[in-house]
């Protein structure tokens, strides 16, 4: 965000939140991978701007994941794409800590998670112009009219992931709910710092692994929609 006013940032994170609270039971296996790995994989949200390079051991392509769920598709993206790096926002600490028991299960060294509000991440610890992808699947759609207000995809939220992007990078949103697909493509699309890859609803790109959100919506006869934008100025 261009506007770095205190009041300014507290009353955002006020108003629009990435996350509603359901915290949910945890597996014995899900506490202690949070034991054992948070030392190595876990980022703590600070004041400072992380510096990815030192935080992947490397400078690669890196990616955020808001919302990851409970991880398998996370893991699977790090798995297939090795030479990626991957940082993943989830709040619920069940879902952190079912990604982190596929991060030692299959051994993957280009993770790191964070379980903090996104918004909070991204002002206080993501640097302008250093991601090079942002992938949101299947966010909160809030369907009812009148909680549309909470949807996670506003303007004001677009520009910030905006800002963190490096020139032609990506924001990708994908959706079973149809109303709020025509609600992201038209946030999206009135922001004048990117441009539609596809025109309207994209292909499914091919690093994008099926999920049960996915699954579910398909079964409840629901469409799938994938929307991906471009940092073009």
Known sequence: MTDTDPKHQSKYQRSIRSFVKREGKMTTGQINAIEQLWPSYGVDLTNQ????????????????????????????????????NFLGVEVHR??????????????????????????????????????????IFFPDPWHKKRHHKRRLIQAEFVSMLVSKLKHNGVIHVATDWENYAEHILEVLSADQALE??????????????????????IRLGHGVWDLVFRKSN
Not at 115 to 134: F, G, H, M, P, Y
């Open 49 to 84: 701007k992380l510096d990815l390079a030192s935080l992947f051991a490397r400078d690669a392509f890196t990616v955020l994941e808001i919302g990851f769920g409970n991880g398998l598709s996370l893991a699977e993206m790090a798995e297939r794409f090795p030479q990626q």
């Open 94 to 135: 069940p879902g952190v800590g079912s990604l982190l028991v596929q991060v030692k299960k299959q051994e993957l060294l280009n993770v790191r998670v964070s379980q903090e509000d996104a918004v909070e991440v991204l002002n206080q610890q993501i640097a302008d112009s250093c991601l090079d992808r942002v992938q």
């Open 196 to 217: 539609n890859t596809a025109g309207g609803y994209a292909e499914k790109p091919e690093y994008r692994p099926d999920t049960k959100y996915e699954a579910r919506g």
